[in-house]
């Protein structure tokens, strides 16, 4: 089993609708991050934290939302889907203590389409 | 802001060797991370640095010079399993933790 899950996968929606993208984590890190990719545009931070009482917006924020429901949790919210958030998601976790250097461990991705 | 340069697209054959650039300009600076990513697939970790210099793990190498805002990856004895993109990442300090800040990825295609 992989150590960080994104559910769903794969999401074709439409505009207008509600959405939200879950992370789970079973690697026992405090830190947890969701990033959005685009051709061409690289990986870009939506929110960010660093731990159940801490969140944080990233550089692209507006139209999102999240929720860290335990330290293992972590869920994105689009409350009204647009098709400019058509993109793929990554929920990301990392740990600075010790040997660990703060690098990110990745989930799987989550597509999400928004027709 | 961040600024993370690094170029679009690279081609190599297999077998040689290839540097893959990233320069920067960031506040904050905590070290750089090179990601490889397959198309359709998550990142992974490749190196870290954060002290100037040299890091080398097998057939890949990365280096840094904080002064210059420069790092470099650099892959020896190319396979076509190489072909991906190549994501330089900087280590930002920000509150009570990190986060890393993307270039926008090098596509390398290996050929015969």
């Known amino acids: 089993d992989a150590d960080v899950t994104q559910t769903p996968r794969n999401r074709i929606t439409k505009t207008g609708k509600r959405i939200m993208l879950e992370c789970s984590q079973t690697?026992?890190?405090?830190?947890m991050y969701w990033y959005r990719q685009d051709p061409g545009l690289g990986l870009r931070l939506i929110y960010y934290?660093?731990?159940?009482?801490?969140?944080n917006k990233g550089e692209i924020s507006d139209g999102y939302s999240v929720s860290r429901q335990a330290q293992a949790k972590f869920s994105l919210s689009l409350e009204s889907a647009i098709p400019n958030q058509t993109a793929l998601y990554f929920c990301?976790?990392?740990?600075?203590?010790?040997?660990?250097?703060?690098?990110?461990?990745f989930g799987e991705g989550s597509r999400l389409t928004v027709l | 802001g961040q600024n993370i340069d690094q170029p679009t697209e690279m081609t190599a054959t297999e077998g040689a060797i290839v540097q893959i650039n990233c320069t920067y300009q960031?506040?904050?600076?905590?070290?750089l991370f090179w990601y490889q990513q397959h198309a359709g697939e998550a990142p992974t970790f490749l190196s870290y640095?954060?002290?100037?210099g040299l890091e080398e793990k097998g057939r890949f190498s990365s280096f840094l010079s904080r002064s210059k805002g420069y790092s470099y990856l650099l892959l020896k004895e190319l396979q076509m399993k190489d072909s991906a993109s190549y994501l330089c990442?900087?280590?930002?300090?920000?509150?009570?933790?990190?986060?890393?800040?993307f270039g926008t990825g090098t596509q390398l295609k290996v050929e015969l």
């Open positions: 990442a900087v280590d930002i300090l920000t509150g009570g933790g990190n986060k890393l800040t």
């Open positions: 960031t506040s904050g600076f905590n070290g």
């Open positions: 640095n954060v002290l100037d």
């Open positions: 690697k026992g890190h405090d830190r």
């Open positions: 990301a976790t990392s740990e600075r203590t010790g040997p660990d250097t703060g690098e990110l461990f």
């Open positions: 934290s660093f731990d159940v009482k801490d969140i």
